[in-house]
């Protein structure tokens, strides 16, 4: 959580925005996303640029290279590099500040990827910069400028302070999940560089981001190998959405913490469009709970082993269809799957204690996800066993 003075920065930032005459909260949060990702990308290379300095060595694999830019070829439009830094464009005089980012660092940051399809360039296609005028622009950035980016700790906490506000405004029915028990989940889980990572629902991707964090930590030696170290970039983790906005800043958060191509795909789980089966060896996910679907929106093999409309009992399902057999997960429940009477909740939780091990059950406290909502969860630690 954050309080106090940093919580207050974030409010001016917002509010500034929203005063600026763009209010609906998800593109608020979606423009402050696009200026702190250009801030943090040009934090990162200056301390790879002060670490290779150190060590003697050029610094290979620059976002901004030396010389001329060339944002596009027809018309042609190019630039300095050193332009489309922050360091160096938040100085200028706020006009030309915002010509510049929209005329330069905006197009640019949008083809970060060496050209690949890559998760980020598919969902930043067709972003826009919508930030109005000059003197929004200046009292936003000089607003970035005076919290400490370089915590990524506070980074955490900053992003998932603005998700609650889209949350609070009840928009999209984004729903976030409190850091601390994500990273109490991913703890318990311990994940590997072995592991396959799934989130089915996966929104800013804070669960992929604590399991990266974790095995950051506890297998440094390990990405030191290249091979590891290029799973670790682009294959390790997955994760699904149908929210545009919401797999943009996932893309962008896994960017901006060094995994540069995971699998993040635009995919209705628990639709025919999603055909994977056994696949995986860690899901973590905190799935919809509050949803009704109907039935011919639903896979047909999920409605084999569940008839039922609910979403929390057909995510179940699907994580047992999606895992390996030896594949473990940990999800959110609402109490309702523990404790339901009805012939599906009875279904899905004989699978999970005879068909396969159910190793925890975590009870929570009812208000531990409000103000989005008051119902009591727990938290499903199991392993696929398949009989």
């Known amino acids: 959580m954050i309080t106090g003075e940093m919580k207050n920065k974030v409010d001016s930032i917002w509010d500034t925005i929203w005063t600026g005459g763009i209010t609906s909260p998800v593109t608020v949060l979606e423009q402050i996303t696009y200026l702190m990702f250009m801030k943090l990308l040009d934090d990162n290379q200056l301390k790879a640029e002060a670490n290779a300095s150190l060590l003697g060595v050029p610094l290979k694999n620059k976002v901004f290279q030396d010389g001329t830019c060339v944002i596009s070829e027809n018309p042609r439009v190019e630039t300095e590099y050193k332009n489309l830094r922050w360091n160096i464009f938040h100085n200028f005089e706020p006009g030309e500040m915002l010509t510049n980012i929209q005329t330069y660092v905006f197009p640019f940051i949008k083809t970060i990827g060496d050209g690949k399809d890559t998760a980020f360039s ?4 067709d ?7 000059a003197k929004v622009l200046a ?6 400028d005076a919290m400490d980016m370089n915590n990524k700790d506070i980074m955490g906490d900053v992003y998932e302070y603005l998700l609650g506000k889209i949350a609070a405004a009840g928009e999209n029915g984004q729903f976030r999940t409190p ?8 703890e318990l889980m311990q994940p590997t560089l072995k592991d396959s990572i799934l989130d089915p629902a996966m ?31 682009s294959g390790l983790f997955s994760g699904f959405d149908t ?23 635009y995919r209705d789980s628990l639709s025919d469009q999603n055909p994977d089966k056994e696949k995986y060896s860690l899901i973590l996910a905190n799935p919809p709970f509050k949803g009704s679907l109907d039935y011919d929106t639903v896979s ?25 057999i030896g594949g473990r997960c940990a999800c959110i429940v609402p109490d ?5 009477s009805s012939t599906a909740h009875k279904a899905i939780r004989k699978e999970l204690v005879d068909g396969n091990r159910l190793e925890a059950v975590i009870s929570m406290p009812s208000g531990v996800f409000k103000p989005y909502a008051g119902v009591s969860t727990a938290i499903l630690i199991f392993t696929k066993t398949g009989h």
């Open 300 to 324: 047909a093999d999920l409605l084999k082993v569940c008839k039922t409309k609910k979403t929390e009992l057909l995510f179940l399902t699907l994580f047992l269809r999606m895992l390996k």
């Open 336 to 340: 309702g799957v523990l404790f339901g």
């Open 122 to 125: 598919r969902y930043m296609k």
């Open 243 to 265: 929210d545009q906005s919401m797999l943009r800043i996932g893309a962008m958060n896994m960017m901006t913490h060094g995994i540069d191509n995971p699998f993040i795909e």
């Open 203 to 233: 929104g800013s991707a804070g669960f992929l981001l604590s399991s990266a964090a974790y095995i950051s930590e506890h297998q440094k030696k390990e990405l030191m190998k290249t091979e590891n170290m290029r799973y670790f970039k």
């Open 179 to 186: 850091r601390h028990i994500i990273n109490m989940m991913v």
């Open 139 to 144: 009292k936003v950035v000089d607003g970035i």
């Open 127 to 133: 972003t826009v910069f919508l930030i109005p005028t």
